[in-house]
């Protein structure tokens, strides 16, 4: 698929055919691809200056970096939230076929969890009852099968979030961008939701672009992990491939030989970004 012109902002450009790079693109055909990416907020100093990246199709890409280094603004760039004042947004799929998971889910509270996943089904065009019929099977396939019904409300945290999932998931996105979607979870429900993502990423060869602040879950998840320099105009200083086969499961993930070691790595390589910068991760 040809690349498709995006608005910069100061300028607009028809990207170049895609070339594979070591820096991250896997054995799939490219889903997006960002060169020197520019993006300030007023008249301050570029949050990001010159980051580049690739996400190919079923890759996982993790950004890291200290708070501040503009990881969720990378994401807002490629999602259009935020035009970039400079750089290259190369996109392979149709923006329809982009899913963003936040932080904070945005399930509507009056709309029941089946009609929450129907919704943008609905907005696409299907039929109340066959968006309500395949929000079902989403809620089934999430083990969510019978609490259709239920509000928000009624949910625990680790079912909203998992209507969340459904809510993006049954769009078929071959894009999908998560801005740290597991956060608020206690350990074990964050675990198995993670694992249920997991398995439909690999499952439909989803292309991934996740921010997040855990080094564990960036290395479990991910076959790429960008660490984003210390901010204002932060890029990628560093990039690490991570050679755990797939199908992957999170558990045996953690206990594969080259977890550790790599583990070590980015912690190393992270401290020192946050030691120059004197603040937090």
Same mark, same amino acid.
């Given at each position: *698929?040809?690349?498709?012109?995006?608005?910069?902002?100061?300028?607009?450009?028809?990207?170049? =055919?895609?070339?594979?790079?070591?820096?991250? &693109? !896997?054995?799939? %055909?490219?889903?997006?691809?960002?060169?020197?990416?520019? *993006?300030?907020? %007023?008249?301050?100093?570029?949050?990001?200056? !010159?980051?580049?990246?690739?996400?190919?199709?079923?890759?996982?890409?993790?950004?890291?970096?200290?708070? +501040?280094?503009?990881?969720?603004?990378?994401?807002?760039?490629?999602?259009?939230? /935020?035009?970039?004042?400079? $750089?290259?947004?190369?996109?392979?799929?149709?923006?329809?076929? *982009? !899913?963003?998971?936040?932080?904070?889910?945005?399930?509507? =509270?009056?709309?029941?969890?089946?009609?929450?996943?129907?919704? %943008?089904?609905?907005?696409?065009?299907?039929?109340?009852?066959?968006?309500?019929? #395949?929000?079902?099977?989403?809620?089934?396939?999430? +083990?969510?099968?019978?609490? $259709?019904?239920?509000?928000?409300?009624?949910?625990?945290?680790?079912?909203?979030?998992?209507? &969340?999932?459904?809510?993006?998931?049954?769009?078929? =996105?071959?894009?999908?961008?998560?801005?740290?979607?597991?956060?608020?979870?206690?350990?074990?429900?964050? /675990? @198995?939701?993670?694992?249920?993502?997991?398995?439909?990423? #690999?499952?439909?060869?989803?292309?991934?672009?996740?921010?997040?602040?855990?080094?564990? #879950?960036?290395? &479990?998840?991910?076959?790429?992990?960008?660490?984003?320099?210390? !901010?204002?105009?932060?890029?990628?200083?560093?990039?690490?491939?991570?050679?755990?086969?797939?199908?992957?499961?999170?558990?045996?993930?953690?206990? @594969?030989?080259?977890?550790?070691?790599?583990?070590?790595?980015?912690? /190393?390589?992270?401290?020192? #970004?946050?030691?120059?910068? +004197?603040?937090?991760?």
């Amino acid at each position: *698929m040809e690349p498709r012109p995006r608005d910069l902002g100061t300028r607009s450009e028809i990207l170049v =055919p895609y070339e594979a790079d070591p820096s991250g &693109a !896997g054995p799939g %055909g490219p889903v997006v691809r960002v060169r020197d990416l520019r *993006m300030r907020y %007023g008249d301050a100093d570029p949050v990001l200056d !010159g980051v580049s990246l690739d996400v190919a199709e079923g890759q996982v890409v993790s950004l890291i970096g200290p708070s +501040g280094s503009g990881k969720s603004t990378v994401l807002r760039a490629i999602s259009g939230l /935020h035009p970039p004042d400079g $750089g290259t947004v190369d996109l392979f799929v149709e923006p329809r076929e *982009m !899913g963003f998971l936040f932080q904070d889910d945005a399930l509507l =509270p009056w709309r029941t969890a089946r009609q929450n996943v129907a919704l %943008g089904l609905r907005l696409r065009g299907s039929a109340r009852t066959e968006a309500e019929r #395949e929000a079902d099977r989403w809620l089934a396939r999430l +083990g969510l099968a019978g609490l $259709g019904p239920r509000y928000p409300r009624q949910l625990s945290g680790g079912q909203r979030k998992r209507v &969340a999932l459904a809510q993006v998931l049954a769009l078929r =996105p071959k894009l999908l961008l998560m801005d740290e979607p597991f956060a608020s979870l206690d350990a074990i429900v964050r /675990h @198995h939701v993670t694992q249920d993502l997991l398995n439909w990423v #690999e499952s439909e060869r989803i292309a991934v672009l996740l921010v997040t602040h855990d080094l564990e #879950e960036a290395q &479990a998840l991910s076959d790429v992990v960008c660490l984003l320099s210390r !901010g204002p105009r932060a890029r990628i200083s560093n990039r690490y491939a991570v050679e755990i086969p797939r199908p992957r499961n999170l558990i045996d993930a953690r206990g @594969h030989p080259a977890f550790a070691p790599l583990l070590q790595r980015i912690w /190393h390589d992270l401290s020192d #970004e946050v030691d120059q910068l +004197g603040g937090a991760i």
